[in-house]
């Protein structure tokens, strides 16, 4: 069975500051893939990122990047220098489905609050 | 850009009825899904769904659970007989076969379901 545990469930921080968001997955299977969404207050789900097991390439897009270490089971996600409209629920995601079928499993979330 | 549409947005019904959500994917896109959200917990995987049948469904998905593709375009969830911890946030999906976006979730942005 898959799990995706993120520890933290709130952060609070300033405008501007940088914020690291955990997560942790456990999986058996040697493929499988690593998404970040994020929920703002409005309710939907937004895709971010998504990692396949075999590209440990770690990603900077702009103000977000991603810190995947295999060796942890680890798959970072961080914003740089936050604004108030980063403020969400972000879930960290895994799925093991080869192909097409993609059944996500999510982590709790962490609810990110950023104060201007 | 295409999206995931989804309704109502919100419905309110009393316990015992029976509520049906739509859905309306990507129109190239041949897997489905339905995912459900409690407030304030996690998203969980209800249901996917693939050439006209249940390709996968969660202990969550019982016999008060049903889904189908009456048309080309629309894919809908019936709850026959809902309950009070029906409630929830849930959402449709849907995925691309082949492609660069193979086994990306597409959400839509929620259908909420009040029982009184």
């Known amino acids: 069975a898959q799990k995706v545990t993120q520890a933290q469930t709130e952060i609070s921080v300033v405008e501007k500051e940088d914020v690291t968001l955990d997560c942790v997955y456990e999986?058996?299977?040697?493929?499988?893939?690593l998404f970040w969404y994020k929920q703002p207050p409005s309710g939907e789900l937004v895709f971010l990122i998504r990692?396949?097991?075999?590209?440990?390439q770690n990603e900077i897009s702009g103000r977000y990047s991603w810190n995947f270490q295999k060796s942890t089971s680890s798959f970072n996600f961080t914003i740089t220098a936050s604004q108030v409209v980063d403020s969400a629920v972000y879930f960290c995601?895994?799925?093991?489905?080869?192909?097409?079928?993609?059944?996500?499993?999510f982590g709790k979330g962490i609810t990110l609050s950023v104060r201007p | 850009e295409p999206e995931v549409t989804q309704t109502p947005s919100h419905q309110v019904t009393q316990m015992g009825q029976e509520v049906i959500l739509r859905c309306v994917p990507i129109?190239?896109?041949?897997?489905f899904y339905w995912y459900r959200q409690i407030l304030g917990q996690k998203v969980e995987f209800l249901v996917s769904?693939?050439?006209?049948?249940?390709?996968?469904k969660s202990e969550i998905f019982d016999d008060q659970f049903s889904v189908e593709r009456p048309d080309g375009s629309n894919f809908t969830l019936k709850i026959r007989s809902t309950k009070l911890e029906d409630s929830a946030m849930y959402f449709c999906?849907?995925?691309?076969?082949?492609?660069?976006?193979?086994?990306?979730?597409?959400f839509g942005e929620g259908s909420r379901l009040t029982v009184l």
């Open positions: 999906a849907s995925s691309a076969e082949t492609g660069p976006n193979t086994g990306e979730l597409f």
């Open positions: 999986t058996r299977d040697t493929t499988y893939y």
């Open positions: 990692r396949n097991s075999f590209d440990e």
């Open positions: 995601a895994l799925s093991v489905d080869t192909g097409a079928n993609s059944k996500l499993t």
């Open positions: 129109s190239n896109h041949l897997y």
């Open positions: 769904f693939y050439n006209n049948e249940i390709s996968e």
